[in-house]
């Protein structure tokens, strides 16, 4: 199956700054690529995806960045808020069965 | 639109006894749903694939007798833990997809505590 990769495992950052976490995926044939928010106990919630024929895009304070040569996508977002604080996991979906492999998450933190 | 329920919320069994968890789509169809397994703070690990009417497609390293999974309608799927172990205490999430796009939308999450 597909193997994707994440970092950091954890950030703290100032609310107000950018923050940015990366994946990386093996599965050149991967074609969807969501971004998850997750609270603790809670289901994971779609902050932003991207598909493979994108290079960007962008909602409001989230983008989301893809690079198919190099087989890596990131999550900035801007303008930080304490609500902004929880896990982040980055997935990939396989050409096979639309199965998601997820990464290992990151654990932000807003300091107000 | 696109709500996927659990059930239970949580449960707790005693080692050596079978745990059944419901996944539905309720306002949807769904020929594939997804299960998952996460850890205390660790990621989604995807357990197998449900497609409606056949066998579920189990990724490596996750015994299929342990965990059975019935897909019997295009709106449940089921996942029963057999001889639940301590070691099976865990969160586990399903995922369907209404065949539509991309995108998958999850139920709320079973926690399941084997004593």
């Known amino acids: 199956g597909e193997n994707v990769e994440q970092h950091p495992s954890t950030l703290s950052v100032q609310e107000g700054d950018s923050a940015v976490i990366k994946c990386t995926y093996s599965?050149?044939?991967?074609?969807?690529f969501p971004w998850y928010k997750q609270e603790l106990g809670k289901r994971p919630q779609l902050i932003i995806d991207i598909r493979s024929n994108v290079g960007e895009k962008k909602d409001q304070r989230i983008a989301v960045t893809l690079n198919k040569t190099a087989k890596h996508f990131s999550l900035h977002i801007t303008e930080t808020q304490p609500e902004d604080s929880a896990v982040y996991f980055c997935a990939a979906q396989g050409h096979t069965g639309n199965q998601f492999y997820f990464g290992t998450g990151t654990s932000l933190t807003v300091i107000p | 639109g696109a709500v996927v329920s659990q059930h239970p919320s949580w449960v707790i069994c005693k080692s050596g006894t079978s745990v059944k968890i419901e996944c539905r789509s309720l306002?949807?169809?769904?020929?594939?749903m997804f299960w998952y397994r996460q850890f205390p703070k660790q990621s989604l690990m995807l357990m197998a694939t449900s497609n409606e009417g056949s066998k579920a497609t189990y990724e490596q390293g996750v015994e299929k007798d342990k965990f059975l999974i019935n897909h019997a309608s295009l709106t449940l799927s089921t996942l029963t833990v057999t001889s639940a172990h301590p070691e099976d205490s865990s969160f586990y999430i399903c995922?369907?997809?209404?065949?539509?796009?991309?995108?998958?939308?999850f139920g709320p999450g079973t926690r399941l505590t084997v004593t």
């Open positions: 306002d949807f169809q769904a020929t594939t």
């Open positions: 599965d050149s044939a991967s074609n969807y």
């Open positions: 995922s369907a997809d209404p065949g539509q796009g991309y995108e998958q939308y």
